[in-house]
């Protein structure tokens, strides 16, 4: 075993070193409890989101996939708040029980439970407590866990949503996709956006149909993880607004990258792309904002205020800043210039071009090659071509 230090947490974890990849990374599946050093930065946000929507209000919580209880444990100490923390696995519960014991935490302030997550959820349904916020860090997608997920929450609450199941939801496997998200995949040069934009809309729907309206918060991805935090109202009329304005579809030139958004796939018929040719249409997905770019600000401050967070988690939660205010799909800066035969500019030139012809651009964390702009791409490719 190792003591290791995350945030204000201790954790002690199986030695890391005996789970190595060739590549030297950790493989954190083949560990007997799951702790991946790369999940950091989803921790760390979810403090900062906490700590910013809640300030020192006391929290319920429940983290019904715990794992080491890491999540839990920096929650009751970078927050503040009562929580519920939950595996299933009895190697994840010794862990468990160990860590909050090293870190001081009662079992007043965190109760350990060992169920299956889906009963866990349902049963605390029929507590009458209504939580504030719920955590699922699954293996893979959340879509075993989402129904379940909604139940316990109070009238306005916060959920937490992480996938790991990043190939299906880039487009990889299309039928897997299809299946498991009902999304009819199209590849496009902005498939990690896609990939967020097709989770959202899955979750949306599935809260909708249990009558709440979810809305998202905060979107990123890192490495190989999916990580969205959405605000949750019980309330069928917002349900309905939200699916009636957020979801629909996205048309697409694959060789001219020209795409946009449009509500109703009647709306299709007119389109046609630069040379001609017809759009695809995708969908349906999320075509409204991943995220509140007021509360980002907000999320953004307090992260800087916090010493201990991972420099990664400050550097998203920067770009996201500007880049949420953007709403249109990033394009891929080295694609287009190979299809219109130009150089690639760097990107603090076209930036600036951009801005001298009145259009407002970002970098995105999504994609070190990807640019988001408030105008479309027949204007970014004349721009494009001026320099
Ligand atoms: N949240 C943890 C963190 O931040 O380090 C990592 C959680 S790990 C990805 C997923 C955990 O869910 C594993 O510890 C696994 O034992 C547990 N688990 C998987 N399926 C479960 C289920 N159906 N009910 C309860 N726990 C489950």
Same mark, same amino acid.
């Not at 789970?19 to 900062?48: K, L």
């Not at 929650?75 to 923390?85: F, N, Q, S, T, Y």
């Not at 190989?224 to 979801?247: D, K, M, P, Q, W």
């Not at 035969?341 to 030139?349: D, F, L, S, T």
């Given at each position: 075993?190792?003591?290791?230090?995350e945030?204000?947490?201790?954790?002690?974890?199986?030695?890391m070193?005996?789970?190595r990849?060739?590549d030297?990374?950790?493989e954190?599946?083949?560990?007997p409890?799951?702790?991946?050093?790369?999940?950091?930065?989803?921790?760390?946000?979810?403090?900062?989101?906490?700590?910013?929507?809640?300030?020192?209000?006391?929290?319920?919580f429940?983290?019904?996939l715990a794992?080491t209880?890491?999540?839990?444990?920096?929650?009751?100490?970078?927050?503040?708040?009562e929580?519920?923390?939950?595996?299933?696995?009895?190697?994840?519960?010794?862990?468990i029980?160990?860590?909050?014991?090293?870190n001081?935490?009662?079992?007043?302030?965190?109760?350990v439970?060992?169920?299956e997550?889906n009963i866990?959820?349902?049963?605390?349904?029929f507590?009458g407590?209504?939580?504030d916020?719920?955590d699922l860090?699954?293996?893979?997608?959340?879509?075993?866990?989402?129904?379940?997920?909604?139940?316990?929450?109070?009238k306005?609450?916060?959920?937490?949503?992480?996938?790991?199941?990043?190939? &299906? *939801?880039?487009?990889?496997? !299309?039928?897997?996709t299809? #299946?498991?998200y009902?999304? +009819?995949?199209?590849? %496009?040069?902005?498939e990690k956006e896609?990939?967020?934009?097709?989770?959202?809309?899955?979750?949306?729907?599935?809260?909708?149909?249990?009558?709440i309206?979810?809305? &998202? *918060?905060?979107?990123f991805i !890192?490495?190989?993880?999916? #990580?969205?935090?959405?605000? +949750?109202l019980?309330? %069928?009329?917002?349900?309905y607004?939200?699916?009636n304005?957020?979801?629909?579809?996205?048309?697409?030139?694959?060789?001219?990258?020209?795409r946009?958004?449009i509500?109703? *796939?009647?709306?299709?018929?007119?389109?046609?792309c630069?040379?001609?040719?017809?759009?695809v249409?995708?969908?349906?997905?999320?075509?409204?904002?991943?995220?509140?770019?007021?509360?980002?600000?907000?999320v953004?401050?307090e992260?800087?205020?916090?010493?201990?967070?991972?420099?990664?988690?400050?550097?998203?939660?920067g770009?996201?800043?500007?880049?949420?205010?953007?709403?249109?799909?990033?394009?891929?800066?080295d694609?287009?210039c190979?299809i219109?035969?130009?150089?690639?500019?760097k990107?603090?030139?076209?930036?600036?071009?951009l801005?001298?012809?009145?259009?407002?651009?970002?970098?995105?964390?999504?994609?070190p090659?990807?640019?988001?702009?408030?105008?479309?791409?027949k204007?970014?490719?004349?721009?494009l071509?001026?320099?």
């Amino acid at each position: 075993e190792q003591l290791i230090q995350e945030g204000l947490a201790k954790l002690v974890i199986p030695r890391m070193d005996e789970y190595r990849r060739p590549d030297g990374s950790i493989e954190p599946a083949w560990m007997p409890v799951f702790y991946n050093p790369q999940a950091i930065v989803s921790r760390d946000v979810t403090v900062s989101v906490l700590r910013t929507l809640y300030g020192s209000r006391n929290i319920f919580f429940v983290d019904p996939l715990a794992g080491t209880g890491i999540r839990s444990i920096r929650i009751a100490l970078e927050k503040g708040g009562e929580g519920i923390v939950n595996d299933i696995d009895p190697h994840a519960l010794y862990y468990i029980r160990k860590n909050l014991q090293l870190n001081n935490l009662h079992p007043g302030k965190l109760h350990v439970y060992s169920q299956e997550a889906n009963i866990l959820l349902n049963n605390l349904t029929f507590t009458g407590i209504s939580f504030d916020y719920i955590d699922l860090d699954p293996y893979g997608s959340p879509v075993p866990f989402v129904d379940s997920v909604f139940k316990p929450l109070g009238k306005r609450a916060l959920i937490g949503v992480t996938a790991t199941d990043t190939a &299906p *939801l880039t487009c990889s496997h !299309y039928r897997k996709t299809l #299946r498991r998200y009902w999304f +009819t995949c199209v590849h %496009t040069d902005f498939e990690k956006e896609m990939g967020a934009r097709l989770l959202i809309a899955y979750i949306v729907k599935r809260a909708s149909a249990l009558d709440i309206a979810a809305r &998202p *918060l905060l979107t990123f991805i !890192y490495k190989h993880y999916y #990580r969205v935090f959405f605000e +949750t109202l019980r309330s %069928t009329g917002e349900a309905y607004r939200l699916i009636n304005e957020c979801l629909g579809y996205i048309w697409y030139c694959s060789s001219t990258l020209e795409r946009g958004y449009i509500k109703s *796939l009647d709306e299709a018929r007119d389109l046609t792309c630069i040379n001609n040719e017809k759009p695809v249409l995708t969908g349906e997905t999320w075509i409204c904002s991943l995220g509140e770019a007021e509360f980002i600000d907000k999320v953004f401050n307090e992260a800087d205020k916090i010493s201990w967070l991972h420099k990664d988690s400050k550097r998203i939660l920067g770009l996201l800043r500007y880049e949420t205010r953007l709403n249109n799909p990033y394009v891929r800066i080295d694609k287009l210039c190979s299809i219109i035969g130009r150089n690639m500019p760097k990107y603090e030139i076209l930036i600036e071009a951009l801005k001298q012809h009145g259009i407002i651009a970002s970098r995105t964390h999504f994609d070190p090659r990807g640019l988001k702009i408030d105008s479309d791409v027949k204007a970014l490719t004349e721009v494009l071509k001026s320099i």
